[in-house]
């Protein structure tokens, strides 16, 4: 029915001109109003059954006790880009959540306090570590909360069935997709690297380490020759931010040795240190676990900085690859890693966690 035809009709019988004109546009825009209302409530009704398939299709994930407590790079975090093609496979949407509520999957670290990953309602709990859990700061964290997730990830050796080990420098062998062939070309990249280099040796660090030990090394090798400190701890080098825009990789290829000790000895406890100086072609000055991933990494290609030791003949060593070219190239010839060793290693390790997080999401889409 043309309501505002019946209108016209109606208001006709009004003898005067002016009011029916007024009151005309009066019930016209009543009318558009009340059109509108049904409109705006049509359109709720189809968001509302949009949101329903949206949300049934969607898995939320958040992230918790991060290093930064405002983490604004979760789009580029493994973990986030590893679930996404595992949500993926199931034409599932993962979305990341910022709320203080629980969600799906909730990954935690070791930056905060072990109530919230006990007290999380979260559906999926995920801890992972890259800290030695004997250092004060992180003792809390000794049993990698092992009975309090559906998956714990840390550096230790630990027989438990919802723990793998994943240390931090897997995560130079692209886990986030599943391919040997690629891990292979990796470990044949980093056994080959070699730079041109300018200059002695290089110490990264924030602070001295257990017993200050990077200070004991750097007073005891810079006798040698000069040794650049572009961070914080002994720092006398700008160039690692001016000149390199603060990469790190790129600034160690200069130079022959890096200075890289652990924080702490620990069972299992090998960072990054050791991979950067790696691939940037330097020769590692290294203090960590004696059991150095056995079978993995070539022990002769490191230069191991005895803790309670005078390191005489260590010192020796690092003089002479120094100032004799031929024995310095020699040495930075031979392979890191033992390739075929490492690469089923890392694909092995790198294989269990893709299983085991597929399983939990299959398991979640399951009670959905």
Known sequence: MDYKKL??????????????????????????????????AQHIREFKLIHKDFYSNSIYMKFTNEWYPNYTYFEKDNFFQLLTNICNKYNKLLLLSYTQGYCDIEVFSVYGPKSKIIESKSKIKIFWTCEANTRIHFSEYKDNCLEYVNLSLGMNHIEHENYIRIPLWIYYFACINLNKDNIYKKVIEINETKYTKTKFASLIATWG??????????????????IYCPSKFLHNDDSLKNEFNDNKLEYLKQFKFNICPENVIEDGYITEKLFDAFNSGCIPIWNGDRNIEPNIINKNSILYWEKDSDNKELLKEIERLHKDEEYYNNFISQPRLIKDNATDYIYNQIKQLHDRLEELIQNLIQKQ
Request: glycine share 2%; net charge positive.
């Open 209 to 226: 380490g257990a017993n200050n030990l990077r200070a004991t090394m750097y007073n005891h090798i810079s006798k040698i020759d000069k």
């Open 7 to 40: 209108l016209d009709k109606i208001l006709w019988f009004i003898p005067f001109r002016n009011l029916r004109y007024v009151l005309r546009k009066i019930c016209y825009n009543i009318l558009e109003i009340d059109d509108l209302k049904k409109e705006l």
